[in-house]
């Protein structure tokens, strides 16, 4: 059943050229849901620094580069048009309803994970902008016991950036078990994931924030909630990063280090930093992933990890009771995205600001 009669036609930004920063507008069919899911005629996505790794073929890790004629996206908010087979009645949901699209696209529900509430990192999921169909298009699939419900009152614009940036930095802020006055550094403080982890951990959780990013960052980190700065810029790259450990552990009681360190950005450099920021006890969270050859953390060696008692957890995004807190933090008015909006026609200039370094927040394509 509908509620209107569907276009058959809808637009879409490829990857034209992967390996390289190229996206392409084109015409394709619109999907047809099948048994258990939903058709959503999306408003918005966000723009996210894993749409640029996957893009350009940058993450080594991933088992297969993509091909051309990707659609990318995992950050889609729009509203259900149309039920599968089967869906009518069920899951909670109605015709016109505002819902989220993220990156696992869908969950199994049935392996290990699933069955212990990690379905963020289920075993079989499918993957929205790699591998199947994303949101950089007007309308998406997605099954009915998995996509999102938006709550009122949070403009699906501001919406879309929370379904990756702010769940994962969520998940990743409980992973790092720092309690309501404790101190936690964000690495990448003013960036797109960076300013809503400051967000939510001081203003949703009660952490004490010190920012780190580029100097331009500063305003954006400090209006986020960041108690400290500091200007990443003004450090030269000698590899023993004593000088801005020094910083970091004066600015906290006794200087004896943060609580935790979440590292939001994809440097090699900021995990080997991070580690000697810690104090005693205390948690290196793991986010940003590096692009190319993969390589360790310089300075995790195990007598520093053994004499000071140090714990490294990683956090892949987060599961779907995050997805609908971390929404539910913003329909509080507690976090806010800061966004720039822009087209699908505009997709590809949004790549090169983020591959600047230089972006604050999050960008938003409109559809």
Not at 33 to 46: F, I, N, Y
Not at 120 to 125: D, K
Not at 228 to 251: P, R
Request: with cysteine; net charge neutral; hydrophobic share 40%.
């Amino acid at each position: 059943m509908s509620s209107e009669v569907a276009p058959t036609k809808q637009k879409a930004a490829v990857y034209d050229k992967p390996g390289s920063i190229s996206t392409k507008v084109v015409e394709i069919n619109i999907p047809e849901p099948g048994e258990g899911e939903v058709l959503v005629r999306l408003t918005h996505s966000g723009v996210c620094h894993s749409d640029l790794s996957i893009m350009t073929n940058s993450w080594r890790t991933l088992p297969n580069p993509i091909e051309p004629g990707q659609i990318g996206g995992h950050e889609g908010v729009g509203k259900i048009v149309k039920f599968g087979p089967g869906v009518s009645g069920s899951y909670g949901l109605s015709l016109g309803d505002r819902v989220g699209i993220k990156w696992v696209n869908s969950a199994c529900k049935q392996c290990a994970a699933c069955l212990e509430g990690m379905d963020n990192i289920c075993f079989n999921p499918k993957i929205s902008g790699y591998g199947s169909p994303g949101t950089f298009q007007q309308y998406v699939i997605g099954p009915a016991n998995y996509v999102t419900p938006i709550p009122d009152g949070v403009r699906s614009d501001e919406a879309a950036p929370l379904l990756c940036a702010g769940v994962t930095v969520y998940a990743a802020l409980k992973r790092s078990k720092a309690q309501p006055g404790q101190w936690v550094l964000i690495s990448g403080a003013g960036g797109g994931l960076g300013h809503l982890a400051v967000q939510i951990a001081s203003k949703g959780m009660g952490l004490r924030v010190i920012g780190v990013d580029h100097g331009s960052k500063e305003g954006i980190a400090r209006n986020s909630g960041a108690e400290h700065f500091i200007d990443i810029t003004k450090y030269s790259a000698d590899g023993s990063h004593k000088a801005i450990s020094t910083d970091v552990k004066a600015l906290t009681p006794g200087g004896l280090g943060v609580h935790a360190a979440v590292v939001c950005v994809a440097s090699n450099a900021a995990y080997t930093q991070a580690l000697l920021f810690l104090r005693f006890n205390g948690t290196l969270v793991c986010v940003g992933v590096p692009e190319h050859e993969p390589k360790a953390i310089a300075s995790a060696y195990p007598a520093l990890l053994m004499a000071k008692h140090l714990n490294v957890t990683g956090s892949s995004i987060g599961n779907q009771r995050d997805a609908i807190e971390t929404l539910d933090f913003a329909s509080r008015g507690i976090i806010k995205a800061h966004i720039q909006t822009t087209t699908l026609e505009g997709l590809t200039n949004a790549f090169e600001r983020l591959h600047s370094g230089t972006l604050e927040g999050r960008i938003v394509i409109e559809l």
